[in-house]
């Protein structure tokens, strides 16, 4: 199976492959781009997809992975290559700075070079960390961090949030990660009937939101090898036109087995998905913000004597 991408500006059909090598073009050091990566229903490949944007790039700039899910529910305490000292390393009351923060993410290595994951990798005996709830917190960390490529691993189902929080009458989870500076959602769905059910039903929730579906990348997980299923390939070319691209990872089954742990162990064509997921998203923020990127905001500090799981920073010059 061929990596295939139909991105609405790239004019591609529904069946052809693209067959270029991308090169990533490195970003400005001042930009900083905020990638949730969000799921339609469960098994969607999510935090596969999120590790291979990581690694790609990891080509552009400085990559990092916030892991936003209980450690216990979570892949990456047992993906990374060189832990760190985790999220329970970050101090709560005091100010951070760049070096703590980097200090408490774990390293990972890819094709295109180091990236850096913030989670919780403790025993899992360990009482349970208590994680930020709010999107800008994790945006805060990043920003000290100084990573100009932040990858959100989120694990909310997109419409159950939209339709939950319309329902109370407050924000919703998904809305808050597409209203941070320079945000670009990646939208995960298998690629079989439930999956894309999931994904229509998604994009359904996410226009009635007034969500940003312009500067959407869906990310289509296949789970076997071979052709893609009829009713996949259909749902794929009813999206042209309502995001910016959508790009099919392929099957492989050294993710089916281990995961992100042997990353130099995946095969060419999933690497190679990576690679344009990770165009897609830069190029879904070049028609946004424009070309160079603008700088990225400077959120405030995190106040002293405060926990980590309630911070919530003002950002400052925020762009919608």
């Known amino acids: 199976m061929h990596l295939k991408v139909w991105p609405r500006k790239y004019g591609c059909n529904a069946g052809g492959a693209l067959g270029r090598k991308t090169i990533l073009v490195p970003l400005p050091t001042h930009a900083r781009l905020a990638l949730p990566v969000m799921s339609a229903a469960g098994?969607?490949?999510?935090?596969?997809?999120?590790?291979?944007?990581?690694?790609s790039l990891a080509a552009a700039g400085t990559a990092a992975v916030l892991d936003t899910v209980p450690r216990l529910s979570s892949p990456w305490p047992a993906w990374v290559?060189?832990?760190g000292g985790g999220l329970s390393a970050v101090p709560s009351d005091v100010p951070l700075s760049r070096r703590q923060v980097r200090d408490a993410a774990s390293r990972c290595q890819g094709p295109a070079g180091e990236w850096q994951v913030l989670t919780d990798h403790q025993d899992w005996s360990c009482p349970p960390l208590s994680l930020?709830?709010?999107?800008?917190?994790?945006?805060?960390?990043?920003?000290?961090g100084g990573w100009q490529t932040v990858v959100a691993d989120t694990g909310h189902a997109v419409a159950h949030d939209i339709v939950t929080a319309r329902c109370e009458g407050r924000p919703g989870t998904t809305a808050a990660w597409c209203g941070l500076p320079f945000a670009v959602p990646v939208l995960c769905a298998a690629a079989n009937g439930d999956g894309v059910q999931a994904l229509q039903t998604a994009v359904q929730a996410a226009?009635?939101?007034g969500l940003p579906l312009q500067r959407t990348v869906v990310a289509v997980v296949s789970l076997a090898d071979g052709r893609l299923p009829a009713p996949v390939?259909?749902?794929?070319?009813?999206?042209q036109g309502r995001v910016s691209a959508v790009v099919t990872v392929p099957w492989d089954p050294q993710v089916r087995?281990?995961?992100?742990?042997?990353?130099?162990?995946?095969?060419?064509?999933?690497?190679?998905?990576?690679?344009?997921?990770a165009q897609a998203v830069l190029d879904a923020a070049k028609t946004a913000w424009g070309d160079p990127l603008p700088p990225a905001p400077v959120?405030?500090?995190?106040?002293?004597?405060?926990?980590?799981?309630h911070a919530s920073p003002e950002l400052e010059g925020a762009s919608a």
């Not at 098994?43 to 690694?55: E, M, N, P």
């Not at 390939?233 to 999206?239: D, E, G, P, V």
């Not at 087995?257 to 997921?277: D, I, M, Y």
Request: hydrophobic share 50%; no cysteine.
């Open 43 to 55: 098994g969607s490949g999510r935090s596969t997809v999120a590790g291979l944007l990581a690694g």
């Open 81 to 83: 290559t060189f832990p």
């Open 132 to 144: 930020p709830a709010d999107p800008a917190a994790w945006y805060q960390l990043a920003a000290i």
């Open 207 to 209: 226009t009635a939101e």
């Open 233 to 239: 390939r259909a749902a794929i070319t009813m999206l």
């Open 257 to 277: 087995v281990g995961g992100l742990r042997a990353f130099g162990r995946l095969k060419a064509r999933t690497v190679q998905a990576g690679t344009e997921l």
């Open 299 to 309: 959120p405030a500090a995190l106040p002293a004597a405060r926990s980590l799981d």
